[in-house]
């Protein structure tokens, strides 16, 4: 929630999973099988990240249960 939100930027997304983890995920052109592959926010490389400071730009709705509770 706190990609959508604008309260993470996208490098700390990925360098920070809640899971610990991501997915590498590679989509061939050619008919050969696509792959999905976890990968350790540790082992992410360099020129895979985005820059620090890039966020998600999304309108975002507050949740009418938030609105009704507050």
Do not use: H, Q
Not at 27 to 54: F, K, V, Y
């Amino acid at each position: 929630m706190s990609i959508r939100s604008g309260k993470m930027d996208l490098r700390d997304a990925f360098l920070k999973p809640e899971e610990g983890f991501g997915f590498a995920v590679k989509i061939n052109r050619d008919r050969t099988p696509d792959s999905i592959t976890i990968i350790l926010c540790d082992r992410l490389e360099e020129d895979w990240l985005p820059m620090a400071g890039e966020f998600l730009e999304l309108s975002t709705e507050t949740n009418p249960l938030i609105s009704v509770l507050t």
